[in-house]
């Protein structure tokens, strides 16, 4: 099990940009394949993007292509995700999630391929 938080939430004028941090706690953190999510009351909690152990493949969901990108740092143990030219509709509570697995497994993109979850940051994009 490992330990998650985010920080860089905010608010921030739509055409904005802001960067989100997962900082995770213990010593394998190459072993976890990570994830970004984000959720609106009301609605399900929905795939943003992930990246595997190695930080060497990354996967985005399409409507955010060109946007955000997902990148990761093996030796401070933490996920960032880079949000630029925001969105009002980007408003949400954002969540890292990690799952340890083979580094030759395919990266997850359901919340449910994930064990282990930060208590959220909450972006809010004004127009």
């Known amino acids: 099990q490992v330990q998650l938080v985010e920080t860089g939430g905010g608010l921030v004028q739509a055409g904005g940009s802001l960067r989100l941090s997962c900082a995770a706690s213990?010593?394998?953190?190459?072993?976890?394949?990570m994830g970004w999510f984000r959720q609106v009351p009301g609605k399900e909690r929905e795939f943003v993007a992930a990246?595997?152990?190695?930080?060497?493949?990354?996967y985005l969901a399409t409507s955010l292509l060109g946007r955000f990108t997902i990148s990761r740092d093996n030796t401070k143990n933490t996920m960032t995700l880079e949000m630029n030219n925001l969105k009002p509709e980007d408003t949400a509570v954002y969540y890292c999630?990690?799952?340890?697995?083979?580094?030759?497994?395919?990266?997850?993109?359901?919340?449910?391929?994930?064990?282990?979850w930060g208590q959220g940051t909450q972006v809010t994009v004004s127009s």
């Open positions: 213990g010593r394998t953190f190459s072993s976890y394949a």
């Open positions: 990246i595997d152990g190695s930080g060497t493949r990354t």
């Open positions: 999630a990690a799952r340890q697995q083979d580094q030759r497994s395919r990266v997850p993109i359901g919340r449910r391929d994930y064990d282990d």
